[in-house]
């Protein structure tokens, strides 16, 4: 059986354990947050949008939590599509039993980008993570890991590659409530090759909301994503919507 394999198989294993316990218990919670945003520019010579939509579902109970992130941004220049780009991503966090800072995590992630060249990757791995900061107005974590990755891309030279690689994942998140109606967040990564040293990834997502209502906030958010196998970046920056609700 391949790495990929049995990375893959593991992950699920775990996710669907977790969630047949947790699903039956009282004191499980759940949380779902919606978010719309985009940019229409129209002029006489030339039409253009983005549009990006986001979907986050975690449950969690006691000392374990699963998550899942779905999105799909979509844009058009001068009717020609520079954006179809889905990512899916199921990952599980599990506290250390000595700790409320400390946990473990497992990823498993599906994408596909026009925008990035990128026909279809997978990647799943498994890491470390800690809380240096957690309370209503500050969250400051820092995690690091191993990925296994599967791609099919088209390369500088348009040409279609199939590659395994094996990542290592350093992963930076804040959240800052600058007042109770104004958030700031953010998630950083820089996933460099263990085998190739001009390969790796950076992705950085910020957002700032202004709540409008308890569910519901307007929202600004800054998304920007280089693979450097492609050689390829994008910086998508757009305005809208989200709605979240806990139960």
Excluded: C
């Amino acid at each position: 059986m391949s790495k990929l394999k049995i990375i893959v198989s593991l992950i699920t294993f775990l996710a669907h354990t977790m969630f047949a316990y947790a699903q039956f218990n009282d004191s499980t919670h759940h949380y779902i947050k919606y978010s719309t945003t985009g940019i229409v520019n129209k002029t006489n010579s030339a039409n253009s949008f983005v549009l990006s939509n986001a979907l986050r579902y975690s449950l969690k109970k006691n000392r374990t939590a699963l998550n899942s992130n779905n999105s799909w941004v979509y844009g058009i220049q001068k009717k020609l599509v520079t954006n179809n780009d889905f990512n899916s991503t199921l990952d599980f966090n599990i506290l250390h039993k000595d700790s409320s800072a400390f946990y473990y995590w497992g990823l498993l992630n599906y994408d596909i980008s026009t925008s990035l060249n990128i026909n279809s990757r997978i990647q799943s791995g498994l890491g470390v993570a800690y809380s240096f900061i957690d309370n209503n107005n500050w969250f400051v974590n820092l995690s690091t890991g191993f990925l296994y990755e599967h791609s099919n891309i088209q390369n500088t030279d348009d040409i279609k590659t199939q590659y395994s690689t094996t990542r290592l994942s350093a992963r930076f998140r804040y959240r800052l409530a600058l007042s109770s109606n104004i958030v700031l967040d953010g998630t950083h990564f820089y996933q460099p090759s263990l085998q190739y040293s001009n390969d790796y990834i950076i992705k950085s997502i910020n957002t700032l909301t202004v709540k409008v209502r308890k569910w519901l906030g307007v929202t600004a958010a800054a998304n920007y994503n280089k693979i450097s196998y492609t050689n390829r970046e994008n910086l998508i920056i757009t305005f809208g919507f989200t709605a979240e609700d806990f139960f």
